[in-house]
Each structure stands twice: as structure tokens, then as C-alpha cells.
């Protein structure tokens, strides 16, 4: 009789172990550790902005919560035919994300803390992207977000940008 509950409490667990690893999500899915195959997303952009957020859609979860490969992308890509000057990207930690070394993409890190990401470039040329890829720690693979910040010149972007996460 031991021997059946000790089973069906080591199953019980597996099951839960495995839901708690996957973590998906409707925009964004974390996963078990496997090769670290990334895809990109685009986040709709409102008519008058010329720009599209850009972030990771697919990533997987190592031990201790960090994500596998080189941690999570997130930028901006210029739809535009026209430069823009001081632009400055930022990434800020609503819940459960911890931020590690953060690595620039068309610019330079300006601020860097366990909770924002920054990235500043003085011209976004047209057709070209401004983005970070930080190593990330999910706290909660099930519940987690940041939210996106774009500030520069030239253009009718607001600067709240929305969120990403679950």
C-alpha cells in the first residue's frame, strides 16, 4: 500500500515540475533547456510610429531560473525612410525578471541595474535597429513582464511602449 502512494506521489510531482518548467505564455514561452533557438516577435506599432519593439519569442530555462544561450533580445527596428536623433531604448522589469550583463546592438549601453536595461544611440538610420540582448533570470516562469520605453526626436512615438511577458 506505501509503495502506491510513494508512486503516486513521485508522478504527482513530476507533473508538476514539468508544467512549472514550461511556463508558456501567449506572447512569449519559456521552455526546458534544448538547443536555444530563438525567434524574434514584433509588437504592433500604432500608424503614427515609425518604429517596431522587437523581442525574443521563444527561449529556454536553465537552472536557477537563467535563461539558456545568450538571454533574451529586445530592440527596436526604424520602418522608416527618415533618421531620428537621440534615441534611447530602455527595458524595465515589471515583475519577476532580473537583468545580468547586457550586450548593445547598434548603440551603446547606458544604464545598466538588475531591473533596466538602456540603450542609446545619437542616429537611428533609416532601416536599421537599436536593441540589447541581456541575460535574463526568470524569478516566476509563469508570471513575468517588463515593460519598453522609446525616447528620441523626430517622430510621434509615445514613449510608453507597452510590455512583454506573461
Known sequence: MNRMRTTAAVLAT??????????LAGSASASTPAPSATASKVAPRSAACPIDIIYTSRFYIGSGGWVTGDGLYFGLKNKSNKSFKKVTFTVTNVKNVRFGTARPKGGKVTHKTSKTVSVYTKTLKKKASLGV???SRLLNTRSYKVKFSVRGSGWN???NQGTWGN
Not at 513530476?14 to 511556463?23: D, F, K, P, Y
Open 14 to 23: 513530476a507533473g508538476a515540475l514539468t508544467a512549472t518548467q514550461l511556463g
Open 157 to 159: 512615438c509615445a514613449v
Open 133 to 135: 540582448r541581456v541575460e
